[in-house]
């Protein structure tokens, strides 16, 4: 079974353009999770999205936006570039939104460079 | 909000050595816990997890995680490690029951290297 697939892997970008990042969750899976991990930290949660909706959201500003589709996959859109975006981005996927105790299946991840 | 501490970032061992890894979080409340493994080129993928019952987890590849509540600490363990559990070490968090649209609060992460 394929994984959480993630595109594109590498994508450079300059300040104030606009980049949208793309996942496919495994097969079943109908949540999905969106991470930042700049060098040298752990991830940090942006979005979590379950059956097309917003159900969470961490601590980043409006620029940050996401959406579900029908088929589960899931787009990361980033307007007006900082050089602070500058990070991987992980999505991953899990079967439910349950308890909060459920496993997450990560992609490998865009690497997003802003000059 | 939830905060996790792992307090090595940086450890080197021998094959055979026994680990531990320490980590503290911050949050009142119940709590979900969680160790996360990335190995050199893969992505990362769950240890082992802690979310109610008993506090001595078990995971895969030998690791074990004992929660203890009054320490507000979730240390990763295995007796001896190999060459092959070199890797970068997450310890996350978050609020539980219902906690998971809230996301994972994530530990800056421990790079450990196994030396044969």
């Known amino acids: 079974d394929a994984g959480v697939t993630q595109s594109p892997t590498h994508l450079i970008k300059t300040r104030g353009q606009h980049v949208t990042l793309r996942c496919s969750p495994i097969?079943?899976?109908?949540?999905v999770s969106w991470y930042q991990q700049v060098l040298g930290q752990g991830p940090q949660f942006i979005f979590q999205?379950?059956?097309?909706?917003?159900?969470g959201r961490g601590n980043f500003p409006d620029r940050f936006s996401a959406r579900q589709f029908p088929n589960y996959s899931s787009e990361l859109n980033v307007n007006a570039l900082l050089l602070g975006d500058s990070a991987l981005y992980l999505c991953?996927?899990?079967?439910?939104?349950?308890?909060?105790?459920?496993?997450?299946?990560f992609g490998s991840g865009t690497q997003l460079s802003v000059l | 909000a939830q905060s996790v501490s792992q307090h090595n970032h940086h450890v080197i061992l021998s094959e055979a050595a026994s680990l531990e890894l320490g980590c503290n979080y911050s949050?009142?409340?119940?709590?979900?816990l969680f160790w996360y493994v990335q190995y050199p080129g893969q992505h990362l993928q769950l240890l082992l997890k802690?979310?109610?019952?008993?506090?001595l987890v078990k995971g895969i590849k030998g690791f074990e995680a004992e929660f203890i509540k009054s320490k507000f600490s979730f240390n990763l363990r295995k007796p001896s490690v190999q060459w092959s559990d070199t890797a970068e070490y997450f310890c996350?968090?978050?609020?539980?029951?219902?906690?998971?649209?809230?996301?994972?609060?994530f530990g800056k992460g421990t790079h450990l290297i196994i030396q044969p």
């Open positions: 097969s079943g899976h109908k949540s």
């Open positions: 996350a968090v978050n609020a539980g029951p219902g906690g998971g649209a809230d996301g994972l609060t």
């Open positions: 802690y979310f109610s019952g008993d506090p």
């Open positions: 991953a996927s899990s079967l439910e939104e349950g308890y909060g105790d459920e496993k997450l299946f």
């Open positions: 949050y009142g409340g119940t709590v979900n």
């Open positions: 999205y379950y059956e097309k909706e917003e159900r």
